[in-house]
């Protein structure tokens, strides 16, 4: 592992570590997830990741899309779903600096190691998988690998100034601790209405 990416790890991992915890994502790596707590933890995750991509300039955002047609699958309509605001104190931090967005971008898509490794229980307890119901967890269609790869040497190479490398890793930070925040906004009364017995992955014998 090069020190760029050391130094990104090491800065957020305290906060990563915290959100594997959070009631709301937590139900995503136990074996009884509900339909409910599922889409609860994707409209949190929506919540985040669209007014980031759109922060970044949708440069990437392919993610988003298919976390989007999950939500469509769940009877949520993303549109209507609470975001984050872009700016303010509880909103995003300032991602205008090249090394800024560099780090968010290492932020949005290093999410999708943990959402690779959720995906089989996801499958097992609800029948959601990377055709349907699960495309964002199993970041279907994205070769997720060799765009980590590329992002990693990119890291190495345009945070090789200590000082850049110190903008990126105070932009990670900022962006783990604005996902924090948003979590502890969150509310019940802000989940995506979710038909009671409709579309059940069971009862269409998915
Ligand atoms: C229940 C919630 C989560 C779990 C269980 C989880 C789990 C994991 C796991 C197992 C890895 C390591 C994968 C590997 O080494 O191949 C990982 C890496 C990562 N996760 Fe998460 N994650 C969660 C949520 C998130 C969220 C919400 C974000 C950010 C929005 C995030 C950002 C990252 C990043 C940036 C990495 C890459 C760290 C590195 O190796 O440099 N994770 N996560």
């Known amino acids: 592992m090069g020190p760029a990416r050391q130094a990104l790890r090491a800065a957020t991992q305290e906060s990563h570590d915290r959100l594997d915890k ?5 139900p995503l790596v136990r074996p009884d997830i509900t339909r409910e707590q599922y889409a609860r933890a994707l409209a949190v995750l929506h919540g985040f990741n669209a007014p980031a991509e759109r922060a970044l ?3 990437g955002a392919a993610r988003l899309d298919l976390l989007r047609d999950d939500l469509r699958v769940l009877g949520a309509d993303p549109d ?3 975001e984050m605001t872009e700016t303010g104190p509880n909103g995003l931090p300032t991602l205008d600096s090249p090394p800024a967005r560099l780090a968010a971008r290492y932020v949005l898509d290093g999410s999708a190691h943990g959402g690779r490794a959720m995906l089989p229980g996801i499958t097992r307890a609800l029948g959601f998988d990377g055709r349907r119901g699960a495309r964002f967890l199993a970041s279907d269609g994205l070769d997720m690998a060799a765009d980590w790869k590329a992002l990693m040497v990119r890291l190495e190479v ?3 100034d200590p000082a850049d490398l110190a903008t990126a890793c105070a932009a990670a930070a900022a962006l ?3 996902l924090e925040r948003w979590i502890l906004e969150w509310t019940p009364g802000m989940d995506p209405w979710i038909g009671p017995g409709e579309n059940r992955p069971s009862e269409r014998g998915a």
């Open 22 to 26: 959070a009631a709301v994502l937590q």
């Open 57 to 59: 300039g949708n440069d």
């Open 80 to 82: 209507a779903l609470p």
């Open 158 to 160: 345009e945070l090789a």
């Open 176 to 178: 783990f601790a604005a």
